[in-house]
């Protein structure tokens, strides 16, 4: 493929770069923020090579290119400057705590990576030394340490550049405002504990390693500076004059009012929770072992840290480490009985890594934002088993003899100088947590995503303001491609879009709610339309029209209403087969140009009638 050739076209017929005003690309669309996008030939664009389609959703002008995006995006790239894109408002209104719930777990998602990594490199430091395989004062203890703090402590950078996309402001601009809130002379002078100001406007002396809220709030900020700053700075001045005053503004903004919020909002919080533990102490940790995901999704823990950190026999800890052994090991919990439950098998390997790490490590934040938060039933199953533990340690007094992170392979932290009464009830809190999550994970159940082979479908999805439309699989089988079937018209899509299923039984049943549309005489294929007008082929067997309707059997005729799961057809798959056919069985959208995507369930999967197979957006 030409691809430069194709992105100068495709660059001509938007307007050039004067209308883009931010450019990127996902999974198999170009997507674009336009100035104006009345100005495009819809028709023009979909005739460059390589174009497969043209779609307008939340404010993006999303061309389909394919698997070669990529080199699609590369080849623009080099005809011009383009910032990320973003969705702009439009769809279906959200809560304000849904759209909160939204913009923390988007901006996280993408750290994820980074956070099981350095959660896991945590976890192999606190074994090491109880195996006796390396000595926690050694020079490679020491380096590892900070392999594992590096995501946690720089989270505010990177969550400045996954926020610049979610909100819109040049990703560099937003890094800069967290490398200044993280910058070694300013951490030395909160560490000094001296006031310092900045034009006479006093900074907070505030923390904001592993900090979530400070950043986006932040940047979110910074989405109106920069739009206001592109409408009344001149052309030939911009390009030195917005960087300089967006990042004096937003500077100073970050470390005298909006950094400093988190913090305050910490410290009442903190100083709220104690009022209560000297009134109520078991509603005082039934709240914090409830509420501690919540705390930590803030990065408001911190503002704990005078409480905690100074653990020892003689000040042990009775509120927050406490607390957060039961939270910890909930969101662990939790994030393996959706591993345990997912039938997508990337989710499955997410949610034990992430579970793994907050039982083990006791790091939470891929467990978190990864599963509990995303799905939220999780969440709030372990909201409940934290704050019921909660009440029990409260009761029990559970304390904390040193500070380290709770979790399974930290138990030790809570051997007290009287007797074994404390561990014990430590492991049985430990104990509690992880088996009342589980089981209410699994009774809550959770909004798991449809599998497919494809995320590119449900970002689209997402992005609008419907869902896709499912065709359930007609037949119990295993799944193959199109492409592998033994027959041109259907391996090379001729037909249409979709997939093939291989029957393990022998009745077909309606895949959707919808008119039979077509009923061949030979029984050996009929045709649907679906309520939303998807047309639908079940192509019974290859060359299978050759028997003449012998082994078929309907149950249905042309015009009748069917509903999901009810009969069709009945063939004697056994006999085909005998008599020396092919029962591969295609299922195809034939209207499949009216739509920008198709999306089949893996490869040979076995299915059944309640299996989505299809996903048409």
């Given at each position: 493929?030409?691809?430069?050739?194709?992105?100068?076209?495709?660059?001509?017929?938007?307007?050039?770069?004067?209308?883009?005003?931010?450019?990127?690309?996902?999974?198999?669309?170009?997507?674009?923020?336009?100035?104006?996008?009345?100005?495009?030939?819809?028709?023009?664009?979909?005739?460059?090579?390589?174009?497969?389609?043209?779609?307008?959703?939340?404010?993006?002008?999303?061309?389909?290119?394919?698997?070669?995006?990529?080199?699609?995006?590369?080849?623009?790239?080099?005809?011009?400057?383009?910032?990320?894109?973003?969705?702009?408002?439009?769809?279906?209104?959200?809560?304000?705590?849904d759209t909160f719930v939204d913009v923390i777990s988007g901006c996280m998602s993408p750290l994820i990576p980074a956070l099981i990594g350095g959660g896991m490199i945590k976890v192999i430091l606190i074994l090491l030394p109880l195996l006796?395989?390396?000595?926690?004062?050694?020079q490679s203890f020491q380096v590892l340490t900070f392999f594992g703090d590096a995501p946690f402590y720089f989270m505010p950078v990177m969550l400045a550049y996954t926020a610049a996309q979610k909100f819109g402001v040049t990703p560099m601009?937003?890094?800069?405002?967290?490398?200044?809130?993280?910058?070694?002379?300013?951490?030395?002078?909160?560490?000094?504990?001296?006031?310092?100001?900045?034009?006479?406007?006093?900074?907070?002396?505030?923390?904001?390693?592993?900090?979530?809220?400070?950043?986006?709030?932040?940047?979110?900020?910074?989405?109106?500076?920069?739009?206001?700053?592109?409408?009344?700075?001149?052309?030939?001045?911009?390009?030195?004059?917005?960087?300089?005053?967006?990042?004096?503004?937003?500077?100073?903004?970050?470390?005298?009012?909006?950094?400093?919020?988190?913090?305050?909002?910490?410290?009442?919080?903190?100083?709220?929770?104690?009022?209560?533990?000297?009134?109520?102490?078991?509603?005082?940790?039934?709240?914090?072992?409830?509420?501690?995901?919540?705390?930590?999704?803030?990065?408001?823990?911190?503002?704990?840290?005078?409480?905690?950190?100074?653990?020892?026999?003689?000040?042990?800890?009775?509120?927050?480490?406490?607390?957060?052994?039961?939270?910890?090991?909930?969101?662990?919990?939790?994030?393996?009985?959706?591993?345990?439950?997912?039938?997508?098998?990337?989710?499955?390997?997410?949610?034990?890594?992430?579970?793994?790490?907050?039982?083990?490590?006791?790091?939470?934040?891929?467990?978190?934002?990864?599963?509990?938060?995303?799905?939220?039933?999780?969440?709030?199953?372990?909201?409940?088993?934290?704050?019921?533990?909660?009440?029990?340690?409260?009761?029990?007094?559970?304390?904390?003899?040193?500070?380290?992170?709770?979790?399974?392979?930290?138990?030790?932290?809570?051997?007290?100088?009287?007797?074994?009464?404390?561990?014990?009830?430590?492991?049985?809190?430990?104990?509690?947590?992880?088996?009342?999550?589980?089981?209410?994970?699994l009774v809550f159940g959770f909004d798991e995503e449809p599998i497919v082979a494809d995320q590119e479908a449900l970002e689209v999805v997402e992005a609008g303001s419907h869902d896709p439309k499912k065709v359930f699989a007609p037949v119990?089988?295993?799944?193959?491609?199109?492409?592998?079937?033994?027959?041109?018209?259907?391996?090379?899509?001729?037909?249409?879009?979709?997939?093939?299923?291989?029957?393990?039984?022998?009745?077909?049943?309606?895949?959707?709610?919808?008119?039979?549309?077509?009923?061949?005489?030979?029984?050996?294929?009929?045709?649907?339309?679906?309520?939303?007008?998807?047309?639908?082929?079940?192509?019974?067997?290859?060359?299978?029209?050759?028997?003449?309707?012998?082994?078929?059997?309907?149950?249905?005729?042309?015009?009748?209403?069917?509903?999901?799961?009810?009969?069709?057809?009945?063939?004697?798959?056994?006999?085909?087969?005998?008599?020396?056919?092919?029962?591969?069985?295609?299922?195809?959208?034939?209207?499949?140009?009216?739509?920008?995507?198709?999306?089949?369930?893996?490869?040979?999967?076995?299915?059944?009638?309640?299996?989505?197979?299809?996903?048409?957006?």
């Amino acid at each position: 493929m030409n691809y430069a050739d194709s992105a100068k076209k495709i660059l001509k017929e938007i307007g050039d770069q004067a209308n883009v005003q931010s450019a990127t690309h996902c999974m198999t669309r170009l997507r674009f923020i336009l100035k104006d996008e009345s100005i495009v030939d819809d028709q023009a664009v979909k005739q460059i090579p390589g174009v497969m389609g043209v779609m307008k959703k939340a404010g993006q002008y999303q061309i389909v290119m394919g698997n070669d995006v990529a080199d699609y995006y590369r080849a623009l790239n080099k005809l011009g400057d383009f910032g990320s894109a973003t969705a702009v408002e439009g769809g279906p209104k959200k809560n304000l705590f849904d759209t909160f719930v939204d913009v923390i777990s988007g901006c996280m998602s993408p750290l994820i990576p980074a956070l099981i990594g350095g959660g896991m490199i945590k976890v192999i430091l606190i074994l090491l030394p109880l195996l006796g395989w390396m000595s926690d004062s050694s020079q490679s203890f020491q380096v590892l340490t900070f392999f594992g703090d590096a995501p946690f402590y720089f989270m505010p950078v990177m969550l400045a550049y996954t926020a610049a996309q979610k909100f819109g402001v040049t990703p560099m601009l937003a890094v800069t405002i967290g490398g200044i809130m993280l910058h070694p002379n300013f951490v030395s002078m909160v560490t000094a504990g001296d006031p310092i100001s900045i034009f006479g406007l006093p900074i907070t002396l505030a923390t904001y390693s592993s900090s979530v809220i400070p950043i986006l709030l932040m940047v979110w900020i910074m989405k109106y500076i920069e739009q206001f700053f592109d409408r009344i700075i001149p052309t030939v001045l911009k390009s030195f004059l917005k960087p300089l005053l967006i990042i004096l503004i937003s500077g100073v903004l970050a470390l005298v009012v909006v950094g400093p919020l988190g913090t305050y909002a910490g410290q009442g919080l903190s100083a709220l929770v104690l009022w209560i533990q000297s009134k109520a102490g078991f509603l005082a940790l039934g709240l914090m072992g409830a509420l501690m995901p919540l705390i930590v999704m803030t990065g408001m823990h911190w503002a704990f840290s005078p409480i905690f950190l100074i653990a020892s026999i003689q000040n042990p800890d009775v509120l927050i480490l406490p607390a957060m052994l039961a939270a910890n090991l909930a969101q662990g919990a939790a994030s393996l009985a959706v591993s345990f439950k997912a039938k997508d098998k990337n989710l499955k390997t997410l949610a034990m890594a992430a579970g793994i790490s907050a039982l083990l490590a006791g790091v939470t934040e891929p467990a978190l934002y990864g599963i509990t938060l995303k799905y939220k039933k999780p969440l709030y199953a372990a909201m409940i088993a934290g704050g019921i533990c909660g009440v029990y340690m409260g009761f029990t007094g559970l304390s904390a003899y040193a500070f380290a992170v709770p979790s399974l392979v930290a138990l030790p932290q809570f051997v007290g100088p009287n007797g074994n009464a404390n561990i014990i009830n430590a492991i049985i809190v430990a104990i509690a947590s992880m088996v009342i999550t589980f089981i209410l994970t699994l009774v809550f159940g959770f909004d798991e995503e449809p599998i497919v082979a494809d995320q590119e479908a449900l970002e689209v999805v997402e992005a609008g303001s419907h869902d896709p439309k499912k065709v359930f699989a007609p037949v119990k089988g295993q799944v193959i491609p199109l492409e592998k079937v033994n027959d041109s018209a259907f391996s090379s899509k001729m037909m249409g879009e979709g997939i093939a299923i291989i029957p393990e039984e022998n009745t077909i049943v309606a895949p959707f709610n919808g008119k039979v549309s077509a009923l061949f005489p030979t029984k050996h294929a009929i045709g649907l339309t679906s309520d939303s007008g998807m047309e639908l082929l079940i192509h019974v067997g290859i060359d299978t029209v050759e028997l003449g309707g012998k082994y078929f059997e309907s149950f249905v005729e042309a015009g009748d209403y069917v509903k999901k799961g009810q009969p069709l057809l009945n063939v004697d798959f056994a006999a085909v087969k005998a008599a020396g056919y092919d029962i591969v069985t295609p299922i195809v959208v034939t209207n499949y140009d009216q739509y920008i995507d198709v999306v089949a369930k893996d490869e040979m999967n076995e299915t059944t009638a309640d299996d989505a197979v299809l996903y048409v957006v």
